[in-house]
């Protein structure tokens, strides 16, 4: 009994680090970089598909953001 209490203490300490308005900055720059990349590869992509005739498909981030909610 005594070492699952102390698991849940643990976890319940260390699972919440990432919450609260310090980490918004931090969390918001990982989303631009991962933004900016995922654009990066499509455009890279498409110019491939270009070159070998095969027809390029767009996907846009808001489009997938707006289908989520």
Do not use: E
Request: proline fraction near 6%; charge should be positive.
């Amino acid at each position: 009994m005594v070492p699952c209490f102390t698991l849940a203490v643990v976890t319940a300490c260390t699972g919440c680090t990432h919450w609260g308005p310090r980490t918004v900055p931090l969390d918001r720059f990982v989303y631009r970089t991962s933004i900016a990349d995922s654009w990066k590869q499509q455009r890279l992509l498409t110019i491939v598909k270009l070159r070998c005739l095969d027809v390029p498909v767009l996907v846009n981030v808001s489009s997938i953001v707006a289908a989520a909610y």
